[in-house]
């Protein structure tokens, strides 16, 4: 019988993507929603309100591996002190949910994969790359990350296999990261934010499901991996790429960063600062990029 993997937020840009991509490798996927969904041929939903601590622990219990993506969108709404206790209660409390139910019903699995980000390193610019190694930032990113991390220790103190994917800007056709910029780009309306000097991490999302997919098949894997490319693009880099890519050259000055301050608040900071990080781990592990260049990339997501 296929090994079953219960991924939260599969629903979500990456989620989708994951289900295909785990179903075509003869893997049965099941996902915890919010929503009643109906059922399909391939995928079994369940139902939880993390909010009133309800799971439908079948969900669990049938489950061989569990993909934890659910959480709020971190770029969506402004960061008051509400939407931040939401950012992190989000990624959080699903984590003890599953935990109670791991502990409770004295179930294994065979490893349970989270999500993390890049920005546990911190919202500033530098020209370190930083590793696995590198310790987490203060700020509120750094602050949210390592809480979300340190909620599958829980987990992992069950002896299960505990991996970490510490995701940078995730590029994919028609949703996250790039729905909201393809339009102004599209229309030649697209420009350098702030200095342009901030680094942009990113990953294609065909690879970032392939690490997922690694995740499950290398049982050497543990603990946290950076799941970003390594190279030098910044956010002017990255502009004028994009711009390229829909045959324009950037005709429009740079947004100023105190424009996007007043726009945005505190949540600015994630687009107006960014640091380099390191695939050298998850490279050791035996991932090999598809994407490791900028312009194919963003080619693939829009053609
Ligand atoms: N996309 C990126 O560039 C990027 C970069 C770094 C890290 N990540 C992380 O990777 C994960 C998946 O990203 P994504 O882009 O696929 O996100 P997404 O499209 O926003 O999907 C997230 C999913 O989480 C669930 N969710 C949202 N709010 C929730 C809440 N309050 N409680 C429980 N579940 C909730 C939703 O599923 P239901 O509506 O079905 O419940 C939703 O489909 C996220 O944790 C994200 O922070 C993403």
Redesign the pocket.
């Known amino acids: 019988m296929s090994k079953n993997i219960l991924l939260?937020?599969?629903?979500?840009?990456?989620?989708k993507k994951l289900t295909t991509l785990l179903i075509n490798h003869g893997y049965s996927v099941s996902?915890?929603?919010?929503?009643e969904?109906k059922p399909s041929k391939d995928i079994t939903y369940y139902k939880?309100d993390?909010e009133n601590n309800y799971i439908d622990e079948t969900s669990v219990l049938k489950a061989d591996y569990i993909i934890h993506?659910?959480?709020?969108?971190?770029a969506t709404k402004k960061w008051s002190r509400k939407r931040k206790k939401?950012i992190i209660?989000?990624?959080e409390k699903?984590i003890e949910l599953i935990y109670s139910v791991l502990n409770k019903n004295n179930k294994s699995l065979d490893a349970f994969i989270s999500?993390?980000?890049?920005?546990i390193y911190g919202v500033f610019t530098s020209e370190n790359i930083c590793n696995e190694e590198t310790p987490a930032a203060n700020d509120f990113l750094g602050e949210t990350c390592q809480k979300w991390e340190t909620a599958t220790e829980s987990i992992k103190s069950l002896g299960i296999r505990t991996v970490i994917i510490r995701?940078?800007?995730?590029l994919g056709k028609g949703?996250?990261?790039l729905k909201k910029l393809t339009p102004l780009f599209k229309y030649s309306f697209g420009s350098i934010i702030g200095t342009g000097k901030q680094y942009m991490p990113w990953i294609h999302i065909d690879d970032l499901c392939s690490i997922y997919l690694l995740a499950i098949t290398n049982t050497n894997m543990n603990g946290p991996f950076n799941a970003a490319v390594t190279d030098n693009t910044n956010n002017a880099v990255f502009s004028k790429a994009l711009a390229k890519v829909y045959n324009h050259s950037l005709w429009l000055p740079k947004v100023p960063s105190f424009v996007i301050k007043l726009i945005m608040g505190e949540m600015s900071n994630i687009v107006l600062t960014g640091q380099r990080v390191s695939s050298q781990k998850i490279e050791n592990a035996g991932f090999k990029f598809k994407y490791s260049n900028l312009e194919p990339a963003l080619i693939s997501c829009i053609k």
Do not use: H, M, N, Y
């Open positions: 939260t937020g599969g629903s979500g840009f990456i989620g996902i915890l929603s919010r929503t969904r939880w993390i993506l659910a959480g709020e969108g971190i939401e209660d989000s990624r699903p999500a993390s980000a890049v920005g995701t940078g800007l995730v949703d996250g990261f």
